[in-house]
């Protein structure tokens, strides 16, 4: 994978999970794993979307705590869209 794209809404859930105290360091492990395309452990719980996030996936980074991205191999990057909770995100 090539390069991370930051979408707007990602930029502001990220400012938000660092003010709210999350382990940030959670977050770049799973970037980690997926940049470098390595398989996701089963805690992520890694699942696709239907509907209007259909090309989209979420993992779990801890409880309450998820992100929602695209893998677009055509471009070899990942798209990085959302990150929170449900309720913050859905």
């Known amino acids: 994978m090539q390069?991370?794209?930051w979408s707007r809404r990602l930029k502001k859930d990220y400012a938000r999970s660092v003010s709210?105290?999350?382990d940030m360091r959670k977050l770049n492990m799973l970037l980690y794993l997926l940049v470098n395309e390595k398989p996701l452990p089963a805690h992520y719980k890694d699942h696709s979307f239907k509907g209007e996030w259909a090309h989209y996936r979420d993992a779990h980074i801890q409880f309450g705590w998820?992100?929602?991205?695209?893998?677009?191999?055509e471009n070899q990057s990942l798209l990085l869209a959302?990150?929170?909770s449900h309720s913050e995100i859905l």
């Open 82 to 84: 959302s990150l929170g």
């Open 66 to 73: 998820l992100l929602i991205y695209r893998i677009d191999r």
């Open 3 to 5: 390069g991370l794209v």
């Open 20 to 22: 709210q105290g999350k």
